[in-house]
């Protein structure tokens, strides 16, 4: 679904969205995802700090709601198009001051509880770019989790954004235009890949507009993935 915009003076397709279920956290539901995600990483961790077998019911349950779908992972329960693809780099334009906890990385661990926010004011003018190795399995989407997800007051307090520049080996492709939801947002694109052996596939996303937070002009970006082809 797409329509034509003018910007500096070209003709762009705008993109616009298929979306996903909203993602609503209160402060309650934050602590408890959280707690299941934390005891989920000890259970992977190879020093084996904790066993499935020794949670009480109520951690077991948890563990259990996260590897079925639900809570804020976007991806790593189950097979999918990053069983064999996915960006190796990720690199933005700025970082705001607390570059552990808005760092650029966050955008792409899949954890709706972490974000990345740049330094601009509402991240007018800011970008984000991930490189995919030449051949890798070719994109067929984008996905975005737009604001600052990890609890429902938070995101309405922080901007999040309202128009992205998609540029492809930096060339203009598109804008995609985003609704203001906490909803994964899913825009299709014709599949794309490096087809030479040694040259990155580059996705930059450039931030044009944005909807204003409540309180903050802070803008986050949860959460970037993609989808695609050439896996199973």
């Known amino acids: 679904?797409?329509?034509?915009?003018f910007v500096n003076?070209?003709?762009?397709?705008?993109?616009?969205?298929?979306?996903?279920?909203?993602?609503?956290?209160?402060?309650a539901e934050f602590e408890y995802w959280k707690k299941a995600t934390d005891l989920l990483s000890q259970i992977n961790n190879l020093k084996n700090e904790i066993e499935y077998s020794e949670m009480n019911l109520n951690n077991q349950k948890a563990i259990d709601s996260l590897e079925m779908g639900y809570g804020p992972m976007t991806e790593g329960v189950g097979c999918s198009w990053y069983c064999g693809g996915g960006p190796y780099k990720i690199?933005?334009?700025?970082?705001?001051?607390?570059k552990q906890n808005y760092s650029d990385q966050n955008i792409h661990d899949f954890d709706l509880f972490t974000g990345w926010v740049p330094k601009s004011q509402n991240?007018?003018?800011?970008?984000?770019s991930f490189h995919f190795k030449g051949k890798s399995p070719r994109i067929n989407a984008i996905v975005i989790y737009n604001g600052?997800?990890?609890?429902?007051?938070?995101?309405?307090?922080?901007s999040r954004a309202k128009?992205?520049?998609?540029?492809?080996?930096?060339?203009?492709?598109?804008?995609?235009?985003?609704?203001d939801t906490t909803a994964s947002q899913r825009f299709e694109i014709e599949p794309?890949?490096?087809?030479?052996?040694?040259?990155?596939?580059?996705l930059t996303f450039e931030i044009l507009e944005s909807y204003?937070?409540?309180?903050?002009?802070?803008?986050?970006?949860?959460?970037i993935n993609f989808d695609g082809i050439d896996v199973h």
């Open 163 to 179: 128009k992205i520049k998609l540029k492809i080996d930096n060339k203009t492709i598109a804008i995609l235009e985003l609704n």
């Open 212 to 223: 204003e937070g409540e309180k903050y002009t802070d803008l986050v970006i949860s959460e």
């Open 91 to 98: 690199s933005a334009s700025s970082i705001l001051n607390d």
């Open 148 to 158: 600052y997800i990890k609890t429902k007051e938070l995101w309405k307090n922080n």
């Open 123 to 128: 991240g007018i003018g800011e970008s984000i």
């Open 9 to 27: 003076g070209q003709n762009l397709k705008t993109l616009k969205p298929k979306l996903g279920s909203e993602n609503n956290y209160s402060k």
């Open 192 to 202: 794309i890949q490096s087809t030479i052996e040694n040259q990155d596939l580059v």
């Open 1 to 5: 679904m797409f329509s034509i915009s």
